[in-house]
């Protein structure tokens, strides 16, 4: 567990950058030892492919240790003690708030989304909320609004005849942080 948690905070782009610097020193090195051909690729083409197989088991990890955070913080446990304060820190860091309240906003603005405007205020409402960074929010409420944008089949958002407050004002009163 540890060692995955480790693999989510680096990036996965590191074995690749690590193994492509290998590649070419062997490169190199085959090369100054008189190698040609199919003998001087071989083994820096195999290192470098090496790279993107580990930077892809990477990302899977990180995936699904992401995916199991954010049911254990959706389910209310969004607690700094817990294993996964890691994942709350990064739901609820600067970036990422931001990050989603420009997304409402720009939501908001395209004019395709006409059936949003009688929720507009709760939208600039839930956008301004984000955006107070001095605020902190809640992990749970963070997720609500990341599924709001992203998950077409069930959010009001994406509904053309359903009816988008009632969701908003509770994603609203998830964002506040209970002690």
């Known amino acids: 567990m540890l060692a995955a948690?480790?693999?989510v905070r680096s990036t996965p782009l590191l074995p690749v950058v690590a193994c492509e610097i290998a590649a070419?020193?062997?490169l190199a090195a085959g090369r100054?030892?008189?190698?040609?051909?199919t003998m001087l690729l071989v083994t820096?083409?195999?290192v470098a492919i090496l790279g993107c197989f580990i930077a892809v088991d990477r990302w899977t990890d990180r995936y699904k240790l992401?995916?199991?955070?954010?049911a254990w913080i959706a389910r209310g446990y969004d607690s700094a003690r817990t294993r996964y304060a890691w994942r709350i820190a990064e739901l609820t860091s600067r970036g990422e708030r931001r990050a989603l309240a420009a997304s409402i906003r720009s939501l908001v603005d395209e004019p395709d989304h006409a059936a949003?405007?009688?929720s507009r205020p709760l939208l600039d409402a839930l956008a301004e909320r984000l955006g107070e960074t001095a605020r902190p929010v809640s992990a749970t409420g963070v997720l609500a609004v990341r599924r709001l944008l992203a998950d077409g089949a069930t959010s009001p958002l994406y509904q053309p005849s359903g009816d988008a407050a009632p969701r908003l004002a509770e994603i609203l009163d998830l964002l506040e942080v209970r002690r």
Do not use: C
């Open 5 to 7: 948690q480790r693999n």
């Open 24 to 26: 070419i020193a062997l």
């Open 32 to 37: 100054a030892g008189g190698l040609h051909g």
């Open 44 to 46: 820096p083409l195999s």
């Open 66 to 70: 992401r995916s199991s955070a954010d």
């Open 116 to 118: 949003l405007r009688p």
